[in-house]
Structure formats: structure tokens, C-alpha cells
T-cell receptor, first 113, second 108 residues
Framework: NAGVTQTPKFQVLKTGQSMTLQCAQD?????MYWYRQDPGMGLRLIYY???????DKGEVPNGYNVSRLNKREFSLRLESAAPSQTSVYFC????????????FGQGTRLTVV | TQLLEQSPQFLSIQEGENLTVYCNSS?????LQWYRQEPGEGPVLLVT?????EVKKLKRLTFQFGDARKDSSLHITAAQPGDTGLYLC????????FGTGTSLTVIP
């Protein structure tokens, strides 16, 4: 009964370091999303993938890249981390449609020093 | 500017009080969702509203979709400490967007 699994849960990076956040879902959903959450900003969409092999930019894509490895997995990469990327990152998945529910992972708390 | 603006941003009330939070946009949507997020967790869906003027009730929570389908409200009656959390509205536009959130604290 895993749902959406994100790793790692916590990470501290130095400015300029790179890392990849992993996300996997076991609900056979086509659509997957990466959001960042900052105080007072709600959830802002970084990238999303409507299906395996496709990705699209969201509201705040600068400084990030993504890979939809297969239907289950959607990773987010920071090539050269900056302090402005300190945030909580959430992965979500859903069946495509106007009224369907989004299911979220537990988040990754990233600090860039 | 964000697609969905929520107000107030923060709300702290005593147990038993009533409250209303709002989600506003200048765009029209075919449906709108409300989620609640507890500390250290991802958001969880509360309700989906789809018709202009629609009212849905979930125990002490009442959700309304505006007649013009540009805004929505969430009213909580007799708030309980268990209602504490971040309330987020969300819409499916070109992508899937969330609002700025209302952080609610209910003090026992």
C-alpha cells in the first residue's frame, strides 16, 4: 500500500553541488508532478509529466531538470544547487482528468548552504 | 502573481469558533478541489466541486463553488484542534495548480 514514495526525506547540500530526488508511484497513474513548497507560496509546480516519455515545464522550472524514467518513476535533478532552492519538494501522481485526485509523497526537505 | 490566491494566509482561532477561508482567481474553471496538509505530510484531498453554486458538506466543513466558477470558499463550523493544518485549493488548468494556502491553527 505504498502510493507515492519519495527519497530522500532530508538532504543538505552545499552551493554548487548536484543531486537527484527520486519519486515512484505504484498506482499506475499516467500523470506525475514535482512541486516545491515555500512559506506563504502554497505549492508551485516545477515540472510535470503527462505520460512516460513526456515532460513539461511548470511555473518555476529554472535550475531543475526532470526525467520520466518509466510509468512509475519521475526524478527531479538539481545540477548546481543554490540557496534559493532551499525548500520542501513534493512529488504527486494522478489519473489524468479534470476531477481526479492527486496523491502525494511525504516530501523531501532540502537545505542548500 | 499566482493563478489561485487564498485568504487569509494565516488564521489562529479558539476551539469552537467558526471560520471561512477563500480561494479566488480571475480565471474560470470546470472544477476545483480542496486539500488539507498536516505537518510533515503531503496534501490529502477533501472535496471536488464541479458546478457553479455547488455546495458540498463534509461533517463540519462546507465547501462552495462560486456561481461564476472563479472562486470557492471553505467554512468550518465549531473548529476542533484536529482541523489544524494548511488548506489548499487546486485546479486543473493547462497543468495542475495549487493556491497559496491558508494555515489554520485551532487552539484548545
Amino acid at each position: 500500500n505504498a502510493g507515492v514514495t519519495q527519497t530522500p526525506k532530508f538532504q543538505v547540500l552545499k552551493t554548487g553541488q548536484s543531486m537527484t530526488l527520486q519519486c515512484a508511484q505504484d498506482m499506475n497513474h499516467n500523470s506525475m508532478y514535482w512541486y516545491r513548497q515555500d512559506p506563504g507560496m502554497g505549492l508551485r509546480l516545477i515540472y510535470y509529466s503527462a505520460s512516460e516519455g513526456t515532460t513539461d515545464k511548470g511555473e518555476v522550472p529554472n535550475g531543475y531538470n526532470v526525467s520520466r524514467l518509466n510509468k512509475r518513476e519521475f526524478s527531479l535533478r538539481l545540477e548546481s544547487a543554490a540557496p534559493s532552492q532551499t525548500s520542501v519538494y513534493f512529488c504527486a501522481s494522478r489519473v489524468e482528468g479534470m476531477r481526479t485526485e492527486a496523491f502525494f509523497g511525504q516530501g523531501t526537505r532540502l537545505t542548500v548552504v | 502573481t499566482q493563478l489561485l490566491e487564498q485568504s487569509p494566509q494565516f488564521l489562529s482561532i479558539q476551539e469552537g469558533e467558526n471560520l471561512t477561508v477563500y480561494c479566488n482567481s480571475s480565471s474560470v474553471f470546470s472544477s476545483l478541489q480542496w486539500y488539507r496538509q498536516e505537518p510533515g505530510e503531503g496534501p490529502v484531498l477533501l472535496v471536488t466541486v464541479v458546478t457553479g453554486g455547488e455546495v458540498k458538506k463534509l461533517k463540519r466543513l462546507t465547501f462552495q463553488f462560486g456561481d461564476a466558477r472563479k472562486d470557492s470558499s471553505l467554512h468550518i463550523t465549531a473548529a476542533q484542534p484536529g482541523d489544524t493544518g494548511l488548506y489548499l485549493c487546486a485546479v486543473r488548468g493547462n497543468q495542475f495548480y495549487f493556491g497559496t494556502g491558508t494555515s489554520l491553527t485551532v487552539i484548545p
